[in-house]
């Protein structure tokens, strides 16, 4: 009840264009989050760049299973300039999903599919790289995707997350070319993990300066900036100056709060440890995680919250709460764990 996500901002339309180029661009997603703040991106472009609009059409992937949603789906991306997809891991979908894209990708200027199925993954086109050739290509970057093809989607996006932060010992056996379109690919990626409506509109940007108007003069005036990189997996509190990634420096913050009594600063007080998905975070969906710790707080518990991307929450888990006393003995930080996201263990019990 607390999401500010609405289905009535899935589509933007410019109100004129006065004289600006139109940019269609269609998505389909599997985390509602990022529907407001692509919407969000593309109103920010409509009202203030000089020369281009976006026409924004988005879907969440449950939504192609209806008819109607489907058709109306081909029909945005017969018409697109750029696709972009994300975590299509349901396979019946994902066989849509090709086949509405696959028919019209040599006419897209660009498409962009982060972690997906591979059969999906296939259809990223940006420049000189592609995925097309994925489990067959000897190339650094296709040996690394088809060794992961059967991963899960947390798994998934891990590894794509360790590439991203080795890309440049990957790009080095790359021609030049490509491996500049490959950097420009991760790019992508890191805007899109940042994933608030400033990296998301320079994402946008960025892809029509590189592949929509690189030969016209209009590239000249499209402006963007570099991505905001936020921490893959940390500490969150809403009233905290940033997001911490150690454990201590989170506890020394909220020890120093002026706005809490000295019981909830106590080490004995009672400890709930919350675990978060870091696209609500990154994206500003996050009025339902506030309204927890705020209530939790009220009741007289210290709160831990910790966050992760993907679905796999064991790292964060390991990592924050518990504490290293007598060099390997571990002792808990938190006296009771509640998830609010889906979540996957890996098979570990405590």
Not at 207 to 232: C, F, H, M, Q, R
Request: negative net charge.
């Amino acid at each position: 009840m607390f999401t500010h996500v609405k289905s009535t901002i899935r589509r933007v339309t410019p109100e004129n264009l006065n004289g600006r180029d139109l940019l269609r661009v269609v998505y389909v997603v599997l985390e509602p989050q990022y529907q407001s703040t692509l919407s969000e991106a593309a109103r920010k472009i409509n009202q203030n760049n000089p020369h281009l609009a976006i026409e924004l059409s988005g879907y969440l992937i449950e939504e192609l299973r209806d008819e109607e949603n489907y058709t109306n789906f081909q029909q945005d991306v017969a018409q697109a300039n750029i696709f972009i997809a994300s975590l299509i891991f349901i396979e019946d979908l994902a066989q849509k999903v090709v086949a509405a894209v696959k028919p019209h990708r040599d006419c897209l200027d660009a498409a962009i599919v982060f972690p997906s199925m591979p059969e999906v993954m296939r259809l990223n086109k940006m420049g000189s790289f592609s995925m097309a050739q994925l489990g067959q290509s000897k190339s650094a970057i296709a040996q690394f995707m088809r060794k992961r093809k059967e991963n899960s989607g947390s798994s998934f996006q891990d590894a794509m997350l360790k590439l991203l932060r080795t890309l440049p010992k990957v790009l080095k056996y790359l021609p030049v070319e490509k491996a500049q379109d490959a950097r420009n690919f991760m790019l992508s990626f890191q805007y899109w993990l940042g994933g608030n409506a400033d990296n998301l509109e320079n994402f946008l940007l960025m892809l029509a300066d590189k592949y929509v108007y690189k030969d016209k003069n209009i590239a000249e005036g499209v402006t963007y900036s570099e991505p905001i990189v936020y921490p893959d997996m940390g500490v969150w509190h809403p009233l905290a100056p940033e997001m911490f990634e150690d454990v201590k420096e989170y506890l020394n913050w909220y020890n120093s709060r002026s706005d809490i009594s000295d019981d909830l600063k106590d080490p004995l007080a009672p400890c709930v440890g919350l675990v978060l998905q870091r696209t609500h975070l990154v994206t500003k969906d996050d009025a339902h995680y506030v309204a927890m710790v705020q209530e939790l707080e009220a009741m007289g518990a210290r709160v831990l919250p910790v966050f992760a991307g993907g679905l796999d929450f064991s790292k964060p888990v390991d990592e924050y709460f518990w504490e290293v006393t007598n060099g390997t003995e571990k002792q808990p930080l938190v006296d009771v764990v509640v998830s609010l996201t889906g979540f996957c263990f890996s098979g570990r019990t405590r």
